[in-house]
T-cell receptor, first 115, second 113 residues
Framework: KAGVTQTPRYLIKTRGQQVTLSCSPI?????VSWYQQTPGQGLQFLFE???????NKGNFPGRFSGRQFSNSRSEMNVSTLELGDSALYLC??????????????FGEGSRLTVL | AQSVTQLGSHVSVSEGALVLLRCNYS??????LFWYVQYPNQGLQLLLK??????LVKGINGFEAEFKKSETSFHLTKPSAHMSDAAEYFC???????????FGTGTRLKVLA
């Protein structure tokens, strides 16, 4: 079956712009989690959505937001981009909530470069 | 509160040598523990997981890990390193009901010919 699909894979933006990233989970998975990965900070949890509701949120500013649709697809948005937002953004899906012993299935990520 | 510590951000081993990547966790309730691997320009892939039962867990590609409650450790080992094992490895902890899944900072494994 198809894995987790993230689009776009690469994108370049300038400071002040906004960006929307998309994640299609594995069919039947109801949870989507987002992570920011940078060389200095490792994997930082952004938020988790389950059945269209945000269930958990990391320590990121309000410029980072997300949503989940009824088909479990998820989008995350970053407004007013800063240089420090350059990172690999990873999406992971799971059958149930991520913390409930479940394996996370990751997409290949969207690499954002902010100039 | 849960936390994960991976000792050593970079580890180098010779091909054919033992691989040992260290992970210590902190959790107030019985944890679920995971090791993930990330190859360049890819997402993370599950290597193995411990939930309950047998404390020695075998995963893919010849890796295994042992849950040691008394040492709060979940170290990853492989008897003989292969060049294809070069990647970044992440330890993670989760506890049912907390809705939190926490990753360590990762260990980059380099395999020398």
């Amino acid at each position: 079956k198809a894995g987790v699909t993230q689009t776009p894979r690469y994108l370049i933006k300038t400071r002040g712009q906004q960006v929307t990233l998309s994640c299609s989970p594995i069919s039947g998975h109801r949870s989507v989690s987002w992570y920011q990965q940078t060389p200095g900070q490792g994997l930082q949890f952004l938020f988790e959505y389950f059945s269209e509701t945000q269930r958990n949120k990391g320590n990121f500013p309000g410029r980072f937001s997300g949503r989940q649709f009824s088909n479990s697809r998820s989008e995350m948005n970053v407004s007013t981009l800063e240089l420090g937002d350059s990172a690999l953004y990873l999406c992971a899906s799971s059958l149930g909530l991520a913390g409930d012993t479940g394996e996370l299935f990751f997409g290949e990520g969207s690499r954002l470069t902010v100039l | 509160a849960q936390s994960v510590t991976q000792l050593g951000s970079h580890v180098s081993v010779s091909e054919g040598a033992l691989v040992l990547l260290r992970c210590n966790y902190s959790s107030s309730v019985p944890p679920y523990l995971f090791w993930y691997v990330q190859y360049p320009n890819q997402g993370l892939q599950l290597l193995l997981k411990y939930t309950t039962g047998a404390t020695l867990v075998k995963g893919i590609n010849g890796f295994e890990a042992e849950f040691k409650k008394s040492e709060t450790s979940f170290h990853l080992t492989k008897p003989s390193a292969h060049m294809s094992d070069a990647a970044e490895y992440f330890c993670a902890v989760a506890t049912s009901g907390t809705y939190k899944y926490i990753f360590g900072t990762g260990t980059r494994l380099k395999v020398l010919a």
